[in-house]
């Protein structure tokens, strides 16, 4: 029998305990003995992260040095490597490295698996590695597997050890309601959960004023073990797809908290229009809520010198209409923590697309055909801008003349 060691990717930006705890139970179902937490260099699907890549690299290994579980590496190599990060080049080169006498287990999330047919060469990860699916309290699979799904499809753990790739298994995993945009967001407010981050990561962030974050973080009370669990997702979620944010906010749970053990006179903030707030700020926060909620090919366009009635087009693509209308609330949801108000809405009931309208900012959600009919990434091109300019300046019409 082969000696198991697995693979867990990601942006880690910050690493908090819903990255770690769940690989941990994949740990524990497989018997691996130990596992490459590999932090993305530049992220093939997403926006590159606003934290330097060092940065990431360094919190991580603060996170698993107080792990008392061996075998818990953070590793570099997709850094070291740079450019844009694919997970078949890591498989390669740790395939290359432990050779065929180990098995090689790439630990994935359902929500990011369904999407696999999109990765860069996957019909081949199966021959570097097997696949663990982490399947949280909630997750659906889809009605029919695709051939290539079933065919590996395996519930007996041990075929993990007997190869040393080729299957595919589910694994069932407590999730932490911790979502990644939520502590990035809390940072920027100079507070955090308690036990959201290792207290060595929190003294890292505070030390180099990551987020925004300045020394002393104010630390609110840890979530209760009932709530740090999330919740079955609703039926507005694709399948598959968890809510990337908790039930219930953390402004909600502290006004809750307060007013159970206090009468208070004090009414809660209104909550901003959109168009009061500056728009780079809310760019920022409408990408980093489509990443959490899985949506794919997200772009954030600056249209300022082409049109006057907004700043920012910022396109996402979801998988299903469920899927997008999951995107479109996880953005709503995320605007409602930290208190800004979208000016409106459309599409709701369309299907094929989402639109927020943030003033400063236009956020579309949308089908991959709508998203092709429409052609917006194509309407707002460096092309389109380099003809308005040339028409601006007249120097169109003289090349015509010429």
């Given amino acids: 029998m082969r000696t198991a060691i697995g693979l867990f990717g990601g942006t880690f930006n910050p690493v908090h305990r819903g990255h770690i705890e769940p690989v941990l139970d994949v740990v524990s179902a497989l018997g691996l003995a130990g596992v490459h937490f590999v932090p993305v260099n530049v992220p093939s699907h997403r926006e590159a992260p606003g934290v330097s890549a060092q940065h990431r690299l360094d919190m991580l290994r603060l996170a698993l040095a107080r792990r008392d579980e061996t075998g818990l ?138 987020y925004g974050a300045t020394a002393p973080l104010k630390m609110l009370p840890a979530q209760s073990s009932d709530s740090a669990k999330r919740k079955p997702e609703s039926l507005s979620t694709s399948p598959g797809v968890t809510n990337p944010t908790p039930p219930t906010s953390d402004q909600d749970t502290e006004t809750m908290s307060t007013a159970s053990t206090a009468q208070s006179t004090d009414m809660p903030a209104a909550p901003k229009l959109a168009s009061e707030i500056d728009s780079d700020q809310i760019s920022r926060l409408v990408v980093e809520a489509m990443d959490d909620a899985k949506a794919r090919d997200i772009t954030s366009l600056d249209v300022r010198d082409m049109t006057d009635f907004t700043d920012y087009m910022i396109i996402a693509t979801g998988t299903s209409d469920r899927h997008l209308r999951a995107v479109a609330d996880n953005v709503r949801t995320e605007l409602k923590t930290a208190g800004i108000k979208a000016l409106g809405t459309e599409g709701d009931d369309a299907g094929e697309w989402v639109l927020i309208d943030l003033g400063g900012v236009i956020a579309h959600v949308m089908r991959k055909d709508a998203r092709e009919f429409y052609d917006l990434d194509g309407l707002w091109s460096d092309d389109v801008r380099d003809l308005m300019q040339a028409q601006r300046d007249g120097s169109l019409g003289d090349e015509a003349d010429s």
């Avoid at 694919?86 to 999407?115: C, K, M, N, P, W």
């Avoid at 696949?131 to 597997?145: F, H, N, Q, Y």
């Avoid at 309601?177 to 962030?205: C, H, K, M, P, Y």
């Fill in 73 to 210: 590496l953070a590793d570099d190599r997709e850094i070291r490597r740079g450019g844009a990060s694919y997970t078949i080049d890591t498989l390669e080169e740790l395939r290359s490295l432990y050779g065929s006498e180990h098995s090689l287990v790439l630990i994935l999330g359902l929500d990011a698996f369904l999407y696999l047919s999109s990765w860069h060469r996957w019909e081949e990860l199966l021959d570097f590695a097997h696949i663990a699916v982490m399947e949280r309290p909630g997750s659906e699979l889809p009605a029919t597997l695709p051939s290539w799904w079933s065919d590996a499809l395996t519930s007996n753990s041990s075929d993990i050890a007997a190869a040393p790739a080729g299957k595919i298994i589910h694994i069932d995993v407590n999730e932490l309601a911790i979502s990644s945009t939520e502590v990035r967001q809390s940072l920027t407010r100079n507070e955090l959960r308690a036990d959201w981050l290792d207290e060595d990561v929190v003294g890292f962030i505070e030390t180099h004023q990551l």
